[in-house]
């Protein structure tokens, strides 16, 4: 088994997403209650939803009851309702097919990786145990049903710890730790980082978006960090697709007369200040890396161009994520009254993935959009609440954000998928990523991996 990644914990501090946060935050609660550590998947999912309080935060967390309700690490943000044998009677998910011998070998032996079951597989052997009149724990771990599942788990444990949280009838087996131990995870280990874990939860959801060393510098600068960072860090990404890194990454810096040039070519006035500096930096970019792989290159001003969306499908515009997109905030605000984009500039595309500014018109409306939806009755204060701390995390501050004149989106065949604030805002989070040296076949890290006992590590 390999050694994938331990907890990220500059992830949690200083990305700008607020949904990507609540995202590892949850899984890392998830993943300390599989391992046994159920105590601090309470206090993390307390201080989760002391802040998340929308319909879709609690979603994301309901399966955990099973876990409090295992050890009585009841996190006070849930409700005395929704600790209930009828409400975790009703948050059951009923059996698809039958639960006995024939369907565990059936389930066990499956070669295909993807077919497989295991924690499903687990479920099984619990339940045969049972009927045979086994109920202590330490005899069920010893039974060879569930040591060849736990087997299973634990050689692909990354995989299958959103599945494990679901079947009730194991939690008796989680909470006793026992795939910790099949993971050979040192325990001290274990609850010095989930220790960590928990503060550094707290900074971030308590604290806001923490602020790197990086951010602020000139754009020159951060430039000169990104290439430094791509040349230490993307080797392999650059051996596993048989190509040679460029010579330079960064191109003969642009003119004013350029730049004057490609405004009146494009007929928009003026380009943000930030674009502006990194053309005189650099007029275009060669693609370069992000953490995970290589980004789109960025356009010279004579390959910049101005699209007029006239698609079918409007699409409403999204400045910021929340933990549901801004998908909640404009089913409760309306859709009539949210603006689509209708003129982007690209500025950078690798194939269908593709960097656009959005013009200042329709950033103007959008912001609009948000401040009305900010002020109106039909708008929950828990979704209000949700909303002004992603603007906070991304921009910096509410009123950084109504002044905002370009944003920044990522978008795929021209369909915006993600806003990343500003071209600042985009050039400053891709610096800190590309600190991080590439992993070939990383997968979804787990803490887990980076707890384990130097023998273990060997094994």
Not at 92 to 121: F, K, V
Not at 169 to 188: F, N
Request: hydrophobic residues 35%; negative net charge.
């Amino acid at each position: 088994m390999s050694n994938k990644t331990k907890f990220d914990k500059d992830d949690i501090l200083f990305h700008p997403s607020l949904p990507v946060v609540y995202s590892k935050i949850r899984g890392l609660a998830k993943e300390l209650a599989v391992l046994g550590k159920i105590d601090f998947a309470s206090k993390i999912t307390d201080l989760l939803l002391s802040q998340n309080r929308t319909e879709h935060g609690f979603s994301q967390m309901q399966f955990l009851k099973f876990a409090f309700e295992q050890t009585g690490d009841w996190p006070s943000t849930i409700p005395e309702s929704a600790r209930s044998k009828d409400a975790l009677n009703e948050l059951e998910i009923p059996a698809s097919g039958s639960m006995d011998e024939q369907r565990y070998n059936e389930l066990i032996n499956r070669t295909e990786l993807s077919q497989r079951d295991p924690p499903l597989c687990l479920t099984i052997a619990v339940v045969l145990c049972e009927e045979r009149g086994k109920t202590d724990v330490e005899e069920i771990q010893q039974d060879e049903r569930v040591v060849r599942a736990l087997e299973q788990i634990t050689e692909h444990f990354h995989g299958y710890v959103g599945a494990l949280i679901q079947h009730r009838k194991i939690w008796p087996l989680l909470a006793s730790g026992v795939i910790a131990q099949q993971l050979g995870v040192d325990d001290a280990k274990l609850c010095a980082t989930a220790e960590d874990v928990v503060d550094t939860v707290r900074i971030r959801l308590e604290q806001g978006r923490q602020k790197g060393e990086h951010e602020g510098r000139p754009i020159k600068e951060l430039l000169q960090s990104l290439v430094e960072n791509t040349r230490k860090n993307a080797g392999t990404l650059y051996e596993e697709s048989h190509q040679d890194p460029p010579e330079s990454y960064l191109h003969k810096p642009a003119t004013e007369k350029d730049i004057k040039d490609m405004e009146k070519r494009l007929k928009i006035l003026p380009l943000p200040d930030d674009y502006k500096e990194f053309l005189l930096a650099s007029n275009g970019l060669e693609s370069v890396y992000d953490g995970q792989g290589m980004t789109p290159p960025l356009s010279n001003t004579q390959n910049v161009v101005l699209s007029n969306l006239q698609s079918p499908v409007e699409v409403p515009l999204q400045l910021i994520e929340d933990s549901t997109g801004t998908a909640q905030l404009i089913r409760e605000a309306g859709y009539d009254a949210w603006p689509s984009a209708t003129k982007q500039l690209e500025i950078g595309r690798m194939n269908e993935h593709v960097y656009v500014l959005i013009s200042p018109s329709d950033v103007k409306a959008t912001i609009k959009a948000y401040r009305k939806a900010l002020a109106s009755d039909k708008v929950t204060d828990v979704m209000k609440a949700e909303t002004i701390r992603a603007i906070e995390d991304l921009y910096g501050s509410l009123e950084d954000f109504e002044k905002m004149e370009w944003a920044m989106v990522y978008t795929v065949d021209f369909q915006p998928v993600c806003p990343v604030g500003t071209f600042r805002n985009w050039l400053e989070e891709t610096v800190r990523l590309s600190g991080k040296a590439y992993k070939s076949n990383s997968g979804n890290p787990c803490l887990a991996y980076g707890c384990r006992a130097e023998q273990a590590r060997r094994g």
